[in-house]
């Protein structure tokens, strides 16, 4: 340690003279600054997202006031080409979001932090990932960790204030800057609360109204790009995500259990599957008696859930490198009503009556009905509306076939009762012999009896004539 301090204190002079080239090449003024930079250039490159607040203006008086500063408006981008045309924005461009009608797309870098727009609240910075309100326009309860929560929530737009939203945070500080911000936006329907979501009671008086929820939990946030610069923030800490992971799913249970809600958002600023679509799949796991899942964005093309999860075509799962946005994930639980109930009940009722009966029909002929068939086709096709769908010549094909197999069973079941039938005839031939064959003996015993009865009688009638004769000799 001492030589390398004399080391140092010896070239100390020709140290920092190379130093300072080096921070005036890179317009530096710090070594701590240098690092910083160098560490920005290797993440991906984002545009600056403004997101027009519609309460307080509109897109199109927008464009025509950056417009008279001499900014060039650029036209709608679409999705396809997103990607291209945004990073290919230059200073003093500006383009229109191809998914999101009011926000507003800028070269990365650039600062409107103290623009005019932002500073009376018609502009407000936000990432492109926080578009939650989309998926709940018109929000009712928000539960979250961020501002970000409250300006995505209804969209800042007119007929939000004809809305209420109530926010609940229990971080004092967070609270305080969601206060500001929600008085710079001008926005008179949210109730700012602070308390701790889940002593809320869903069954009570004032839960009653609430149709929409966003749950915004706390989370590693290793999605978001300044997060990314810190290795022991964006490696997995597997303690800290499975805490993280088991609040996550007490707080979305909580939401559904409010025995009105419509809709549930759950989103998180987090790239970890244990805190994404681990969470998602497994509330929806002991909820989906009362909730299925809604897909989030339709229109938004790709970026969906991992693939190894049953459900991940309804998730959004967004990141820098394919939708230059932060890293970002969203499911929406939305309630099934009573009518689809109903309706599932009544298909598997039926789906159980229809297998009983192919049973019952297996066991006495061997053979499904024409018609249950027909019905069971059917059935397949509403069934699996994107596969395709029998033809009528497979269709005609098969019912021919089975009108064969009719044919054929009914065909041998005749055979069988024709069998039958000469079977018992020859069986009440054969009972018909045994009773004339009984008549008959029954004649030849009883003739015989009738001989000996004679026979007897002549033997009386002999001796008592004999008696007579006897007793006239005597006489004499």
């Known amino acids: 340690m001492a030589f390398s301090q004399k080391l140092f204190q010896k070239y100390k002079e020709e140290i920092k003279s190379e130093v300072d080239k080096i921070l005036l090449e890179h317009g530096a003024r710090t070594l701590r600054e240098l690092c910083q930079m160098s560490s920005q250039e290797l993440l991906p490159k984002i545009p600056r997202y403004m997101r027009i607040n519609q309460i307080k203006s509109s897109v199109e008086c927008v464009i025509k006031d950056l417009k008279a500063e001499e900014w060039e408006f650029v036209g709608n981008f679409s999705q396809d080409d997103f990607k291209a045309r ?18 507003l797309v800028f070269p990365p870098g650039t600062d409107l932090h103290d623009h005019p727009l932002t500073t009376s609240g018609v502009l407000v910075q936000q990432d492109r990932s926080f578009f939650v309100s989309e998926v709940m326009r018109y929000a009712g309860y928000a539960v979250g960790k961020s501002s970000k929560m409250y300006l995505s929530c209804f969209g800042l737009h007119n007929s939000v204030n004809s809305r ?174 009573e009518e689809k109930v109903l309706k599932t009940e009544d298909s598997e009722l039926e789906d159980n009556t229809i297998r009983r009966q192919d049973q019952v029909d297996l066991v006495d002929t061997g053979y499904t009905s024409t018609k249950r068939k027909k019905k069971k086709i059917c059935g397949q096709g509403i069934d699996n509306m994107g596969e395709k769908l029998l033809d009528n010549k497979q269709v005609e094909a098969q019912l021919s076939s089975n009108d064969a197999d009719l044919s054929k069973v009914q065909t041998e079941v005749e055979v069988g009762e024709v069998r039958k039938r000469k079977k018992k005839k020859r069986k009440h031939e054969s009972l018909g012999k045994v009773e004339v064959s009984s008549e008959t003996a029954s004649d030849s015993v009883h003739e015989k009896m009738m001989r000996k009865d004679k026979s007897i009688s002549n033997n009386d009638l002999t001796t008592t004539n004999s008696n007579k004769k006897t007793k006239k000799k005597k006489k004499v």
């Not at 945004?86 to 926000?103: E, M």
């Not at 939990?217 to 597997?238: A, E, F, I, K, V």
């Open 86 to 103: 945004a990073l290919s924005l230059t200073q003093w461009q500006f383009g229109l979001d191809p998914v999101l009608p009011d926000l």
């Open 164 to 337: 209420r939203v109530i926010a609940l945070d229990r971080d004092f500080k967070r609270l305080s800057t969601m206060t500001r911000l929600v008085g710079n936006s001008g926005a008179t329907c949210v109730e700012l609360i602070h308390q701790d979501f889940l002593t809320v009671e869903p069954t009570s008086a004032d839960a009653e109204a609430i149709k929409f929820i966003l749950v915004d939990p706390s989370c590693s946030g290793s999605g978001m790009l300044n997060n990314q610069t810190n290795s022991r923030n964006s490696d997995l800490n597997t303690d800290r995500v499975q805490t993280l992971k088991r609040f996550q799913i007490s707080i979305l249970k909580h939401a559904l259990k409010f025995p009105n809600v419509q809709r549930v958002v759950y989103s998180t600023c987090s790239v970890h599957q244990q805190e994404n679509e681990e969470v998602a799949e497994e509330v929806m796991s002991q909820v989906n008696q009362q909730f299925q899942f809604a897909k989030v964005f339709p229109s938004w093309k790709g970026s969906r859930g991992l693939r190894d999860f049953p459900h991940s075509e309804f998730f959004l799962r967004l990141s820098p490198e394919q939708d230059l946005t932060q890293g970002f994930f969203v499911a929406c639980f939305q309630r099934v009503t």
